[in-house]
């Protein structure tokens, strides 16, 4: 199945600053997903961007989405140590069948 | 919005033992159902799908037999880890999709399996 690469890795940014990560896909896709997982804990879902959306807002979030380079970028803007987490992007190839990147854990410092 | 049960949160278990694992939907009928693994600082890898009433698909290299999936009503699945080795150890994670739940998977909280 489809794995996302994403980057970078890791990342670790001051309170207040904003925090981009990256993610790249392969195949065609219905949707892109981003999810937040805190240590040890299941996964909550930031945002859905379909195939013919370029861009979303949702909050603090901002995703934007360019088919034709099969990539995907998450901002999180004027971080907060609650943001510390690992974040994931999930392609959704058919059926709500995700293919979920290497994601990029982001640490906060305050 | 709709909420995924998973219980236990963790376990741990002696090797040769069999673990269940149960996943509930709370306000939704979920009519499909996954089962991803998840090893330290990793990604989640999906190792199945599950439909109400129906076998459910594994994914290339999950074996069948060792994680018995079972999706008997539309609010519960559980994946039971069969005779559980040390390998087994992992974080699991269900995820569910159906009416009532949009167009999002909500995810369980997750189980950390320990097999000693």
């Known amino acids: 199945s489809q794995q996302g690469e994403e980057d970078p890795q890791a990342l670790s940014i001051q309170e207040g600053e904003n925090a981009t990560m990256n993610c790249s896909y392969k195949?065609?896709?219905?949707?892109l997903q981003w999810y937040r997982q805190n240590s040890g804990r299941g996964l909550v879902h930031l945002i859905l961007i379909r195939s013919n959306e370029r861009e979303k807002h949702s909050g603090r979030l901002r995703v934007t989405l360019d088919t034709s380079k099969k990539s995907s970028s998450l901002l999180i803007t004027a971080s907060r140590a609650a943001d510390t987490a690992s974040y994931f992007c999930?392609?959704?190839?058919?059926?709500?069948?995700?293919?979920f990147g290497a994601g990029t854990t982001v640490t906060v410092r305050a | 919005g709709a909420v995924v049960s998973q219980h236990p949160s963790w376990v741990i278990c002696k090797s040769g033992t069999s673990v269940k694992i149960e996943c509930r939907s709370l306000?939704?009928?979920?009519?499909?159902m996954f089962w991803y693994r998840q090893f330290p600082k990793q990604s989640l890898m999906l190792m199945a799908t599950s439909n109400e009433g129906s076998k459910a698909t594994y994914e290339q290299g999950v074996e069948k037999d060792k994680f018995l999936i079972n999706h008997a009503s539309l609010t519960l699945s559980t994946l039971t880890v069969t005779s559980a080795h040390p390998e087994d150890s992992s974080f699991y994670i269900c995820?569910?999709?159906?009416?009532?739940?949009?167009?999002?998977?909500?995810f369980g909280s997750g189980t950390q399996l320990s097999v000693l």
């Open positions: 306000d939704f009928q979920a009519t499909t």
């Open positions: 999930a392609t959704d190839e058919d059926d709500y069948k995700l293919s």
């Open positions: 995820s569910a999709s159906g009416q009532g739940a949009g167009e999002k998977l909500f």
């Open positions: 195949t065609s896709i219905n949707n």
